[in-house]
Every structure is written in C-alpha cells, then in structure tokens.
C-alpha cells in the first residue's frame, strides 16, 4: 500500500512549487500595489521552496515499491 | 463561539488569484484520490470501523490531534485570543495535554486491550447495555447535529472570507466527506486527517513568523499589547486570582478544576471522536505512544492560533468587536482576525494555501465526527437493538450508507440552522452536557471494580440531568450564575467549567452510593477491563527512550516550563 507520508509529499510539493513560481513571477513583475504587508520579504518565493523541498524529500524516502 | 446571524453583513475579506484556486481544487482532488485508492482496503468491518488496527503511533496520534484541529477552532480561539489574550492558550495547555497523558498511561490500557470498537461498547462491557444505550444514543444524535453545526458555521466562514455561496460551500465539503469516508471508511479519515494537519502548519505557520517579524519579537510584541489592551492580555496565570483581574472573568480554579479536570479529560479521553483514531494503532506501545505524539504537537498549536490573535492585536490597525456591534457597525469580529492575518501577509499562493488549510481543518472535524457517528450506529445502536446475527459484510455495507445518511442528516441541520439561528447555541451547549459525566463513568469503570452495571447507568444519566438542569437554570434566571459559578463576576466560560465540574462530581457520587447498594460484576466478568484485573504487556525489556512513560515525561517537564515561562 503507498504510504501516507508519500501522499503529504505530493502535497507539499505541488503546493510548493505553485506558490514558489506565484512568487518568482512577482519577483521578476513587481505589482504596483501589492496589498500586502512586509512583500519585499517574498515570502512566497521562500516558504514555497521550503515546502517544495520538504515535499520533494517525503515522496523520493517514500516512494511506492520502496521500502521506508 | 461562531453564533450564525452575524456574518451576512460583511464584505469578503480576501480574493483569491488563479494560482490559488488551483491549490483549492488540488486539494479536493488529493482527497478524494486518496478516497478512491483506498476503497479496495475496506472490505471487512475491522478494515472500514478500525483501519484494520495497524495505524503506526506517528499516523494515529497527529489524526488524533487532527479530528480535534478544526478550522472553527483555529479561527474561534484566534478570535478569542485577540478577546481575552494569552489566557486562551489554556484550552490548549492545561485544557489539554494533562488529560492527553492521563489518556495514554492510565486510561488506554483497558481501552484497548479490551478490544472494544467504541467508548459506547466500553461500557457495554463494563457496565451492561443500558450505560451503552445511554450513551451511543446520546453521542450518535449529538455529534451528526454537531456536525451540520459545524457545517453551516464553515459555509458562513466562508462566505465571509471567500464570498462564496452559502449552498456552494455546503454541498461541495459533505459531498467531498462523504465519498471519501463512505468509500475508504476510517483509514480513508485517518489518512486524509494527516493530510490535513500538514497543510494546517503549511499554511497557517507564516502569519506568527511574519507577525513577529513585523512587531518586533515576542518582548516588543508583549510590550504593544500591553500598552494597547493592558497586562492581563500577556499573563498566562497572574492575573487569575480573582475573577475580575483578568480579561475572561475566572478564577484560577475554575482553569485548573473544571477545564483541566474535569472537561479536558472528559473530551480527551471519552469523546469516541478522537478516542476512535487511537484505537486503530497497530499495537497497545502505539496506542499508548499516539496521545503522547499528540500532545507534543498540541502545545505547539497556540503559536499558530493563539498567536495571530495576539499579533492582531498589535498590528491590526483597527479595532475588533463582538459579533453582534460588529453585524450592527459593518465591522469586522474577533472571529475575523484569522483570515485579516492571512490577507495582511499572504500574497498569491499563500493565499490559497492558507484558504486551504481552513478548509482542510473544517472537513477533517466533519470527517471525524461522520466515521465515528458510523461506527456508534453500526456497533452500538444498530446491531444490539435491531440485527444482532446479520454477517460482517452487511455491517459493512450499513457503515458505508450510513456515512452518507449522516453527511444528509448534517446537511439537513446546517439548513436548519440557517432558519433558526439559535439552534446553533442549543446544540453546542448540549453538547457540553454529556462529557463530564461520561468521563466520570468511565474512570469508575476502569479504577474501581466495585462499580456496578446499575451504578455506572444511573451515576452517567443523574450527571447529565444535573448538567441540563444547571444550564436551564441560568438561561430562565442569569443571576442563577453566582451559584453555579460561585461569584456574581462570573462570565459565560466560567460558567461552562463549573457546570462541568458539578456534574462530574453528581455522576460520581451517584456512581459510588448506588454501586454500593448493588450487585457487582465478577472479577472473571471484569478481566481486562478494571485496574487490577488486566494484565498489561510488560515494557521493562525495550530500551527508555522508548517507553512511553519516558515520552509522557518529556512532554509534562516542556509544559510545566511553558506554564512558567508565561506565568
């Protein structure tokens, strides 16, 4: 059966990876009122590669047909 | 918490890109993918009712936790953060992790080796049909109104926050519960649940990271709050040696008796809800090592709830009220400080993903109260009152219709609540009526053996009585209240832990003097389900670090040092 964590790691990743490219896009096209606070951080370029890689390690250890 | 009428005013609070809606619909397909994998894995009763009994600590204990993390409870003691401050952080502290490691040490033993589907078929087994009958009538009738409570409070929720339509988000979350659990009956829950705690963390983590960033730290943070609210906000147990120095009206008693003795332990350790996650471990060091793992992670929850509300405080540069001056100015409520964090510091993708964890949190309470109402009606109510002989492929089969009957009984009430929004407040305090006593039957049951069949029914029914008697009384006459709570400055919540308290004590008294005037069971009868009578495996051959004693430890020394860090 696959595992659980394998499922997490798809989610994480794919969320990840969205919010990752969401914030690359708007690091190469700055928006002119970005209504939020703090967004010279680009928390969404940082926090998706967070989860990106987080996700990416959780399917790769927990890949089905691999033994954890 | 989450009172129904107020939230048709506001404007939504947050708009949602393409790439977050994205990650809205990539979750319901992951979930409902993850429904359709496992529907081929739960054929048999043990399979659809227990997740065939082999769920690892890790997996039982974050679902435990997970069926409990629901997004009204993320966003009501948020809310309730920004309201009354640090005292909050109670619920999850002292309101929870104690009755977490009484669950695991003293009380999991006797629940599971006495392979009991239920908490309802404990005390069939301890006590005789009639405590059961009281209770899986009492929980099953409960937790589906609950549920469609809970339901319509999502659908407000989201309207509010999202502006979508109120039958939208109705249909779409119990349709989505519903073929999931249906098809892959507990396991499907529990793995869905794990999911679920995951995206919470992913998306709620980094409002408190940002918001302390933007405040300062934790020192400049406690330092604004106190100057815009005052110190009580920031003290976890100084003010609370009189009822009014503290912004929630109570007095440290009614914290440490009544929330952390009495209504923790009852949730924690007899609410089948999350007690059904535990008994589907694979083993009794699993069973007993999941509320352990649990309790671990609930003492970090405060930092994704407690603290935003505490941030918005702070931050928020205006003011929030309670629900009703809020539907009356155009306002926003305390209830909204979750989602305006998010919207402050979220941008697209976040967004969505913390739009989903809200979501996630909501349909994994529904999910839990959906498979454990399944499995009371099958194994308690259905199969000892209506067919006692019929083959494990039909309870089956009753499980898997019975999960779509209480996704359309929730349904039904969610409508319901919609026309009469009072019924919301009824449901959630009749809920409050049964804990309490149940959680004193239970531990009669498990410590004394001279508690008797006829003790353990009449203590459970006088205990619920006398806590449906004490709320009636206050809500005929409110000044009711100085007795009931012992002090005139009472307020509501304090109310709630008195009752409780009282009526543990009713059940208990009830318990003792009838058990005393009545038959007991045999000692043979009461093998492997009383303290004395059950032999408990050995643990004295695994190393320390693995005996959950040792982890319970660990995690009693964190919380007493965090009780004392934020006296």
């Not at chain 2, 997740?51 to 997004?71: C, D, I, K, P, Y």
């Not at chain 2, 007993?288 to 935003?308: D, N, R, S, W, Y």
């Not at chain 2, 001056?325 to 964090?341: E, F, K, W």
Request: contains cysteine; positive net charge.
């Amino acid at each position: 059966m696959v595992s659980i964590w394998f499922f997490i790691g798809i989610s994480l990743a794919v969320n990840g990876g969205l919010i990752l490219a969401a914030g690359i896009y708007q690091l190469v096209n700055p928006p002119e009122n970005p209504n939020i606070v703090l967004f010279n951080l680009h928390a969404n370029v940082w926090w998706g590669a967070i989860l990106l890689l987080i996700g990416a390690f959780y399917c790769f250890k927990f890949a089905p047909g691999k033994r954890a | 918490m989450m009172p129904a009428m107020v939230m048709f005013v506001a404007p939504h609070l947050v708009h949602l890109s393409r790439v977050d809606v994205v990650i809205v619909a990539f979750y319901f397909a992951l979930v409902l993918g993850i429904g359709f994998y496992l529907r081929g894995r739960s054929n048999t009763g043990e399979d659809f009712f227990m997740a065939g009994r082999e769920m690892t600590a890790w997996v039982a204990g974050l679902s435990f936790l997970s069926a409990n993390l629901g997004a009204l409870e993320l966003m009501g003691w948020a809310g309730s953060a920004y309201q009354y401050g640090i005292l909050a952080t109670h619920w999850y502290w002292i309101g929870a992790i104690p009755a977490m490691l009484f669950l695991a040490l003293v009380m999991m033993p006797f629940y599971y080796i006495s392979k009991t589907h239920s908490v309802p078929g404990y005390l069939k087994l301890r006590f005789g049909e009639p405590a059961r009958a009281v209770s899986a009538v009492s929980f099953a009738f409960m937790t589906v109104l609950m549920s469609g409570v809970n339901m319509f409070a999502m659908a407000k929720v989201m309207q509010i926050v999202l502006g979508w339509d109120l039958n939208f988000s109705i249909w779409i979350s119990s349709l989505t519960v519903a073929i999931y659990v249906a098809l892959g009956g507990l396991r499907s829950a529990i793995f869905n649940e794990v999911l679920q705690f995951f995206l919470i963390w992913a998306g709620a983590l980094l409002i408190p990271i940002l918001g302390l960033y933007e405040s300062g730290g934790w020192t400049n943070l406690k330092a604004q709050i106190t100057a815009r609210a005052g110190p009580g906000y920031v003290h976890l147990w100084s003010g609370l040696g009189h009822f009014n120095t503290n912004p929630m009206g109570i007095h440290w008693t009614g914290i440490v008796f009544g929330l952390g003795a009495v209504i923790s332990m009852g949730y924690w350790t007899t609410d089948f809800l999350v007690v059904q996650r535990i008994l589907a471990a694979k083993d009794l060091r699993s069973a007993e090592m999941a509320p352990i793992i649990g309790a671990g992670f609930k003492m970090l929850v405060p930092f994704i709830v407690i603290l935003p509300g505490l941030l918005g405080l702070a931050v928020l540069p205006m003011k929030l009220t309670g629900e009703a001056a809020a539907a009356i100015t155009g306002g926003h409520s305390y209830n909204d400080v979750l989602p305006l964090m998010l919207a402050r510091y979220c941008g697209p993708g976040l967004l969505g993903l913390g739009v989903t964890a809200l979501i996630a949190g909501f349909m994994s309470g529904m999910a839990g109260n959906v498979s454990a109402f399944t499995t009371v009606w099958t194994y308690d109510i259905y199969r000892p009152l209506f067919n006692k002989d019929a083959s494990d492929a039909h309870y089956v089969s009753m499980g898997r219709w019975t999960t779509i009957v209480g996704v359309l009984i929730s349904v039904g009430t969610a409508y319901l609540v919609m026309q009469f929004a009072s019924i919301m407040d009824y449901v959630q305090a009749l809920f409050s009526f049964f804990i309490a006593p149940l959680f004193g039957t239970v531990l009669l049951g498990m410590l004394w053996k001279r508690a008797s069949g006829w003790g353990g029914f009449w203590g459970l029914l006088c205990g619920t009585l006398s806590s449906i008697g004490m709320w009636a009384w206050v809500k005929v006459d409110p000044t009711a209240l100085r007795y009931v709570a012992l002090s005139p400055d009472a307020k509501a919540l304090a109310q709630d832990m008195y009752q409780a308290l009282w009526s543990f004590l009713v059940c208990v008294i009830v318990t003792v003097v009838v058990s005393m005037a009545t038959q007991p069971k045999s000692d043979a009868e009461l093998t492997g389900l009383v303290y004395g009578l059950t032999p408990v495996p050995s643990v004295q051959n695994i190393p320390l670090y693995k005996k959950p004693v040792f982890w319970a430890g660990v995690v009693g020394v964190v919380f007493v040092v965090l009780n004392i860090i934020f006296w």
